[in-house]
């Protein structure tokens, strides 16, 4: 089938026209629009005692995206607990690390990095194991982050910090797109939960990441388009490959 809409489950980028998807919406003459199917709620001071942990207890943080950044110094405000300059943190990428400007002096900071996967952040922790580690995370996280640090036996609390919860869909006509693009199981989750009638038929589903993909098939539907791969890193890279294959396909006819 020929994809004139797709329904990206993310944020409109800034610059929408100048973005990747802004090329292939021109490109390919597709119609690409965003919603944000998931949002995600900070646990308060109150629900945070009731885990029992002690952030004074730690002498390092494990930081795996902006969200568990930004949650981490929250919640230690609200707890009225000063983060001491000599925490050390260790981020999973080179920009969660930047990110942290938002919050602490950059230069002050003991700060360490992966590249990009959680498996190479580990890496670094396994060359720290005297620290006591926080893991700030959401109620759905990646098992994956939990069974490398117990494979590694690093010390660690993990500690929720926010919930992933549903975006409320009603306003998306959802029979109008021929596409869509999700880059977590919570995403997948959402449209079930908006929209509990919905059936695939036809329909292309488009997913980031393996823990998506298996949520997917999990959840009774097929995903068509898959990213990262060897040759499409990113998600547009992977649309692109796909939108291109049935340009052809059309061509053909």
Do not use: W
């Amino acid at each position: 089938m020929k994809i004139k809409s797709i329904l990206v489950s993310q944020p409109e980028p800034i610059d929408k026209e100048k973005s990747p998807y802004g090329e292939l919406s021109r490109k390919y003459n597709v119609k690409i629009d965003f919603h944000k199917f998931i949002k995600i709620e900070g646990v308060t001071a109150k629900e945070f005692r009731l885990e029992r942990i002690s952030l004074a207890d730690h002498t390092a943080v494990i930081l795996s995206s902006r969200n568990s950044v930004d949650h981490f110094f929250r919640i230690a405000k609200e707890m009225r607990y000063d983060v001491p300059e000599n925490l050390k943190y260790f981020c999973i990428s080179e920009s969660t690390a930047f990110y942290l400007q938002k919050y602490v002096l950059y230069r002050k900071r003991k700060i360490f990095h992966g590249k990009q996967s959680f498996a190479e952040l580990i890496e670094i922790i396994r060359k720290h194991k005297d620290e006591k580690y926080l893991l700030p995370c959401s109620d759905i996280h990646k098992e994956s982050m939990v069974d490398l640090l117990d494979q590694a036996k690093v010390n660690y609390s993990k500690a929720i910090l926010y919930r992933t919860e549903a975006s409320n869909l009603s306003g998306i006509k959802i029979d109008e797109y021929d596409m869509f693009v999700f880059f977590s199981p919570a995403g997948i989750k959402s449209l079930q939960k908006n929209f509990p009638k919905f059936k695939q038929g036809e329909k292309i589903f488009g997913a980031f990441g393996q823990s998506t993909v298996d949520s997917i098939t999990e959840s009774g539907f097929s995903v068509q388009v898959m990213a990262p791969t060897k040759t499409a890193p990113s998600m547009t890279m992977a649309l692109e490959e796909y939108l291109e294959m049935e340009a052809k396909k059309s061509r053909k006819k």
